[in-house]
Antibody
């Protein structure tokens, strides 16, 4: 089973850009999975953000799509999330996950706070 | 967007008892329904996919049923480690959506 590890700044200023990376170990990002991002605001439920396949096909949540970029870096065996024009509403734990059908394997999550 | 609802919001159960959690979709999701368990400070863990198939390593006391718009997660005999929050999620249509969760606590 692949291991996933999120990384990125824990604090982002309002109107700034949130950038996270998910490192994949124990397997190749060329595997037949979708590579996904899910977030969870403090004390709240889960929200799917986006999926990307190793070939570059992506699906994203329409509520975030205009601010969102997801990408795969095969040379580094990792995938990334970039969310622009952030507000306090984007404060959350951000998880990366693999998805064959359901989200079957998750990273530990990284807390991102949007604050000045 | 498909809206997922879960009931009850909180379920108080004694250890060893059965717990029955419900999930409803605002339109059919066929059998493309998953259940997750989440403990405080941890990532969610996949329990059930395809509405009724246990994920690898999940104990047999967890079972899922239903199709279309109505789904149930049953925990046959609650163990101490099962007191947690449970989410359902549909993956039939983009955007994928989660229910608000059911907290199972100790009675």
């Amino acid at each position: 089973q692949v291991q996933l590890q999120e990384s990125g700044p824990g604090l982002v200023k309002p109107s700034g850009t949130l950038s996270l990376t998910c490192a994949v170990s124990g397997g190749s990002i060329d595997s037949s999975y979708w590579w996904s991002w899910v977030r969870q605001p403090p004390g709240k439920g889960l929200e799917w953000i986006a999926d990307i396949y190793h070939g570059g096909n992506t699906n994203s949540n329409p509520s975030l799509q205009s601010r969102l970029t997801v990408s795969v870096d095969k040379s580094k065996n990792q995938f990334s999330l970039r969310l622009t024009s952030v507000t306090v509403a984007d404060t959350a734990v951000y998880y990366c996950a693999t998805r064959a059908w359901a989200f079957d394997n998750w990273g530990q999550g990284t807390m991102v706070t949007v604050s000045s | 967007e498909i809206v997922m609802t879960q009931s009850p919001a909180t379920l108080s159960v004694s250890p060893g008892e059965r717990a029955t959690l419900s999930c409803r979709a605002s339109q059919t999701v066929s059998s493309n329904l998953a259940w997750y368990q989440q403990k405080p400070g941890q990532a969610p863990r996949l329990l059930i996919h395809g509405a009724s198939t246990r994920a690898t390593g999940i104990p047999a006391r967890f079972s899922g049923s239903g199709s279309g718009t109505e789904f149930t997660l049953t925990i046959s005999s609650l163990q101490s480690e099962d007191f947690s929050v449970y989410y359902c999620q549909q993956y039939n249509n983009w955007p994928f959506t989660f229910g608000p969760g059911t907290k199972v606590d100790i009675k």
